[in-house]
């Protein structure tokens, strides 16, 4: 082990990480780093290093690997799709902790497939990164901006010769004083694609530094809200826009939700009002709750929860029950790359028949339709008053 | 198996998951659901399945349980934490499939470590919901405004009886129109307590119904902001409101994020004019990456990450070098309830001697420091280019 | 005349308004110095010359004078108002040159007269201020968070030492880093109260400064949303927060709307969609136009619209009609200061019964009534479509 | 007089304003108007009635005329412009009723104009507006989302054959559950052209209604953010998206502003903290201030400001000095139209040589650099301490 210490007087010895000879996948070394680990804080690490496959498996996903969180996953479901992409009777692998979270889900899921299924729709696939520009003056900024369009072919030459995914679909300025950002769009096929987009990009930058004469860019300016919470998500978008949306009847409201159109309408109302008032940004029951859940079964990037989550859910009362629809307009899923080839990952894509290349769109669409069932059964729950007896019934874990 | 099963002659049948005997969380049954899953999707799910505790351990995080997912967990750190409430040196589990990140978040920890340390402090610890009460009038609406701050000690009182953890620290009214939102503020100690808070809230709101003639209330309004975006967090907060800051000398920033304290700054102040463009909800390098590797790895829910990840990094340049601070209003941490008991995640919190009661606010302060290590990392290496490089070596399961 | 110039020789030459003798406030320096500017632009000036009272008047609302802008006027109502401070029928003076503003207001005033009238309740009356102190670090901050909450008494006495009408009735620590933003507010009585509340607070501020070692402070943030679009507003409030309801009937929404009630809550409920995607503050139909027009006829710090502009509009049906309502958190109006004494602010003040002391809760109440007679009229025009015929009909001054 | 009256039994008399031959714009019936209000009120409305001009020119902008309010003109500058369609010299009228306001913007432009001007840039120029339309479901409306890009060359035809000047530069559809905001985007030459819009975009919903199968839609949407605060402005911009840069040397610093570039950077860098916290639209000193007082001199629609206020003010160091900006995405100003005639009003546009046809993108520069100028004062009054003592000096017309 060769660890390097730094004597600190001041503020005691803090050991740096064990390196270990290849970064340290194979299961001895990750076992002796474990060790290390146990050594250091008392802590036993014996479920962390209960990990069910070959941890060389781990490489390119984590580094200074210990081992594995083991998240409970559940299944919700049956939910029934009539999407471009997704068509079919789906259940969902979800990852969580949170009792009760499945089966408000599935609760949902299956109104919506007893009211005969959820339409979907992609409505655009594009992931997006904003590098920045820096110019002397605003003048000079504003000759930039003018330049950038009708230089747009051979920018797109540059930055998809790093790529053989990688589709530059749009660019746009957005000049800002003397600072020009620049909204680099692509289609990622089926990664979330954001390294594929910063590499890209950034060989477009040189490209551009290259040939206009620029102080320096960056290649992030922060624009492009990957996970982070912004209006901007909302217009712009992120990976996937999907919409999905179904009419509840009266009687599957009634056997299932066990509350009117009326007292789900109302419900959806009055927390609108709630989130104008908070400053949210759009509309939503509990996005996050399924999202999260899907997100970690299935090897997401699960940070990107955080722009996936902005969104608008609408109720519609309607002669024959209520509408109900959500769309997601930063759904920055994948199904090829980052954790998607782990192999509990693997499983749950596989589950949905969602794994690999050529199904990220249809598993958006399932993902869409999934979230729309816990946004009627979380309404439904409050409407009702069940939201505080699930709560109690299902979550048992919490202190008394 | 007992699966209920309904004959939808338009949409084809949807066959319910199988409802087991106490509601199936043993491993004999637990495996019986997983087959039934594998029959109806012919996916394999050998890695799933390989739980190494007693799924009856999964009652009460989850339901229609399978398995778990195998989430890669790594570690990071060290970084020295000079609180109020943690104090010393930590070692950081991270969980997540983002290659490069726990690198990036190691490197901007030993910075801070190397520079003397992270002060932090928790500014407020204040978990709240905000039901809403329905009124014939506006002026009816005004009366309960009115009312309500007289009568604060009978609703702390309604509202204490149910739980024996958490304290009604704060009700204040937000009316709209004929419609009041009631902001309830509650100390919930060392747990997320929503479900307590919930449950708490309604108790008082049956009180309130029973005082005060009012059409109807809902329990919930959206308007606190649990798990989606929104600009109250940043004022209201929402559990533990936790800022960190640090000073990096000259020589550590050279030595160890390459950069010089002008070119840090820089960084920070072109992506604060792109937040501000995107219209973000405040300004972060990268709080969700952090804050999800954390909270899967100790078990919490991990939904919060989207309310958690509103917050505000500065960085301010000093003659001795980058003053660098972050300060997340909205950080709902647990170390007792939730998953916080799963065996992994238990183990994960062990490590930082985070575990159970009493710990929380020391938790708080860890994640704080920790995530301000990827704050400066993160803006390093744009301004370095070493980004695109990072990503390149420690990222390399992408499609290429 | 004693302008001096300044010869800049790349630049050409910039003269500088003539200074003139006690400032140039009596009609003969007014004259000079506009006679000034015709020599200077070729503009010819009479219609701006042509003010109807002594021109020494306008000294203390403006500097560099040369007479006056003359914006129509006009009047819509009657409003009838059931208020805690505003109780009538009131008759309200509008200035724009908006062709179709008045008869869309005055319609929808009538419409809500003849449903019965107005009911308002001002909610809260406080307008604020944050300013922000600075520390070497994040623990002294902390320290100075914890100092302030104790420290009220004395930091009331010397911000009230400056003022005979500010009231200090809160004071709240908002820390980010090492940084501190203080939220003062102050009972501001009839007065808009921004140059009191930033003299009382300059100098509770250098009483806070002589008590705790502070590096330095600025007496502005930015938090306090003077004059800019915040959703800080809307929680926060500023001024004045003010909610106004009716009852709108079927028989008047059918006689002066043109309308259904289920139409009119149509329009709402599309149109909430529209701002939750565009990431609007609040959601209004257009209480822009309205408040502008009163703001400037009755001589109200004309930029606050922006602020006042942020808040919420509701329609809810029921079985008796659509009840409809709006809350504006930051109204921040005056019935004495700034422009109010001025001779047709006065007069415009005056046709309310709220011109002087202890008439600006009457006003804000007629405010908002007047107000969400804009908003019922708007939505009906679009619902039926006369938006587009009325501004034929009555803006005829545009570009053909 | 004819004068409609309605008894209400309950809730008393209101009286109606009357309605007088031709809409009563001629001096003899603005004059009986006038003396019904004073009759009805008590009022005397002396100086509203002393109007320059024959009251005949207030047809097409305002409705039940009584006369004009006064509102105190002054003016600021001189501010020297390096623009793309402003070159020169300008004096800015400014109508307002606060004192200091003047003073302290002609203190900026002037410290511009010293340091050699200001550049500008007009960006874009596109007003918009969203009309919205409803299907029956998700798939038909995703349909459509579809058939719009298609089918731009004929909705274009239907839009312009409304008007001359209106040109239709962009279509964008945002589909959002079975509703499909559609993003129109038009070149409206001089004119505000919110009138103009309407009209045409009103009849390319009438043409795409007869030609593809819609429920039904509205033609406001609020999704076009006019006069609302929003995210959306910022990257949709509204009206004219102008940018103002220029950079203040350390000799003008000092002796305009009293204080150096640190200082001034200072108090940027601490308010944009400030803004953050707050949830602000963009950032800024004060643009309100400034646009509102240009608004009301030059007969703008005031209410704009609103939109308009939405923008980033960046203060950058360099080694020379400081550069300070300024973008305003939203700035709906015109030269054409509206209350631009007005006699007052044409003879503040011309003072700048703006009046008319071919003016507009000159007057958006104008009004640009102006307003830089208060940004930069105003941020030096904070920093000096001289924000205090100038609204004491100028400001005596507050309550003591």
Redesign the interface.
């Known amino acids: 082990m060769s660890t390097s210490k ?1 004597t ?1 007087p ?8 064990p390196r270990l000879k290849d970064q340290g996948y194979d299961t001895e070394r990750v076992s002796r ?1 474990r060790a290390w ?1 146990e050594e ?9 290093g ?4 070959d941890t060389e498996e ?21 939910v ?1 799709v ?1 999407g ?1 992409h997704a068509r ?2 789906f ?1 969902i ?11 408000s889900y ?1 609760r949902g899921m ?1 109104a919506l ?2 009211s ?2 959820v ?3 992609i ?1 655009a696939d594009e992931n997006q990164i ?1 590098p ?1 520009f ?1 110019f002397p ?3 000079t ?2 000759g930039f ?1 003018g330049w950038i369009p009708k230089n747009i072919d051979a920018i797109r030459t540059a930055a998809e010769t790093t790529t ?2 990688g589709k530059l679909t749009d660019v746009k300025c ?6 020009v ?1 620049v909204n680099f769009g692509y289609n990622t ?3 979330q694609g954001m ?2 987009l ?2 890209a990009t ?1 060989h477009a930058c040189k490209w551009i530094q290259a040939n206009f004469p620029i102080s320096s860019y ?8 990957e ?10 978008g992120k990976g996937k826009r999907v ?3 179904a ?1 509840l009847t009266h009687e599957v409201l009634k056997m299932y939700l066990h509350c009117t159109a009326q007292e789900l309408f109302d ?1 959806w ?21 399924g ?3 899907i997100f ?2 299935t ?1 997401q ?6 722009n996936a ?2 969104g ?1 859910t ?1 109720f ?1 009362l309607q002669p024959e029950g209520l ?1 109900v ?3 997601l307009p930063a759904l920055t899923v994948a199904t ?4 998607t ?5 693997r ?2 894509l ?4 969602c794994h690999g ?1 050529g199904k990220a769109k249809k598993f958006a669409e399932i993902v869409a339709a999934a979230v729309l069932g816990g946004e009627i059964s979380m309404g439904a729950a ?2 009702t ?1 069940e ?2 007896a699930a ?2 019934h ?7």
Chains 1, 2, 3, 4 share one sequence.
């Open positions: 730094v600190l001041d503020v005691g010895i803090g050991d740096l990480l780093r680990i250091k804080t008392g802590a036993t690490l014996k479920h962390i209960s990990v069910s496959f781990l490489r390119g996903n984590i580094e200074n690997p210990i081992g594995a969180a083991q998240v409970p996953m559940g299944v919700a479901g049956p029934l009539h471009r079919g009777m259940y692998p979800m990852a969580t902790s949170e009792g009760a979270l499945i089966r599935e299956v497939t007893r005969g299924g339409q979907t729709a409505l904003v920045t820096f003056d605003v003048a900024a504003a901006s053989r995914h957005y000049q800002t004083g003397r600072q950002l096929a089926d990664a390294n594929m910063v590499k950034d960056f290649v992030f300016s922060g624009m492009c809200s996970k982070r919470p912004s209006g901007f998500l909302l217009t712009r919409t999905a949306g009419l419900i109302h009055s927390t609108v009002i709630g989130h104008l008032h908070a400053n949210a940004i759009g509309y939503n029951a509990q996005y996050a709750n999202l999260t859940a970690i079964a090897g990037d699960v940070a990107n929860v955080v989550s902005c608008v609408n519609e509408y629809s959500l769309t090829v790359g980052g954790g080839g782990l192999p509990t990952q499983e749950a596989t589950m949905m028949g290349a409050i409407t008053g939201f505080v709560h109690e299902y979550g048992r874990n919490r202190p008394k």
